[in-house]
């Protein structure tokens, strides 16, 4: 009898413990071989999560705080902690911000920074940006939300706003008087970026027809009509990153 009952014990937990699909999928960029971790918590999902930069952990801290309620699918790119991504092509090594080669203007500009700019080097990153994109796919998405954190004074709403590096870029700015200016939403939808503004966060409405393109997944989706947030906050800043994408989850109906 106790043989019973343990083993309807263990039908009835095994029932009630929905178990993430994990899954581990192999890029590669050359010959270097790269691992991009996709957690689907829903596979019907319209909403998509990604981490591109594997040393920025304050923002995969804050999001996995909402992860075990969310309807989402998490993409996140495995590099040993490390923002860029360095590469073999014919025992030669490259490097690459894989948040800068999605376009071909991007994988040129990152190859050129990086000092490895070659027929076979552009050809195995330009192979690894279509893979990845290709299995993101992106369309099937409704809405792409993108995880980053920065450094304080590095990056900001500030660079977007008139006559700094990134203005072109923007439609259009709010800065809020409250916050810290480098947490900061960028969209590419108006909606998004009204919501954001009446609640007073710092919020970059991308320029559809802007011709600035950096290779960012920012301008990739800007570009080919994806509706998309980018959840930018300072390093460390948890709390504050914990409340945007609890904002965002909000207009997603999660
Ligand atoms: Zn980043």
Do not use: K, W
């Given at each position: 009898m106790r043989h019973v009952y343990l083993c309807f014990l263990f039908i009835y937990l095994c029932s009630c413990q929905k178990k993430d699909d994990v899954q581990l999928i192999e890029?590669?960029?050359?010959e270097t071989k790269l691992l991009l971790e996709v957690k689907t918590k829903d596979e019907n999902s319209s909403l998509v999560f990604i981490n591109l930069h594997d040393d920025e952990v304050t923002s995969t801290e804050a999001?996995?705080?909402?992860?075990?309620?969310?309807?989402?699918?998490?993409?996140?790119?495995?590099?040993?902690?490390?923002?860029?991504?360095?590469?073999?092509v014919n025992h030669h090594d490259g490097e690459f911000?894989?948040?800068?080669?999605?376009?071909?203007?991007?994988?040129?500009?990152?190859?050129k920074k990086h000092h490895y700019f070659n027929p076979k080097s552009e050809a195995a990153v330009k192979k690894f940006s279509e893979d990845f994109l290709a299995t993101l796919d992106l369309n099937s998405h409704d809405f792409v939300v993108s995880l980053h954190n920065n450094?304080?004074?590095?990056?900001?709403?500030?660079?977007?706003?008139?006559?700094?590096?990134?203005?072109?870029?923007?439609?259009?700015f709010n800065l809020s008087p409250n916050r810290d200016e480098d947490d900061f939403f960028i969209v590419t939808k108006r909606e998004f970026f009204e919501s954001f503004r009446k609640q007073d966060f710092n919020v970059?409405?991308?320029?559809?027809?802007?011709p600035e393109d950096d290779g960012s997944l920012s301008d990739y989706c800007n570009k080919h009509g994806i509706d998309y947030i980018n959840?930018?906050?300072?390093?460390?800043?948890?709390?504050e990153q914990k409340k945007m994408?609890?904002?965002?989850?909000?207009?997603?109906g999660e």
């Open positions: 890029l590669f960029a050359g999001f996995n705080s909402f992860y075990e309620d969310c309807n989402c699918r998490f993409y996140h790119l495995m590099n040993n902690r490390r923002r860029n991504i360095v590469f073999s911000d894989p948040n800068g080669i999605f376009s071909s203007t991007g994988i040129e500009r990152q190859l450094s304080d004074g590095n990056f900001s709403v500030q660079s977007y706003v008139a006559d700094t590096s990134r203005s072109e870029g923007a439609l259009e970059v409405l991308l320029n559809p027809t802007s959840v930018e906050a300072e390093d460390g800043h948890l709390e994408i609890e904002t965002a989850l909000l207009l997603f």
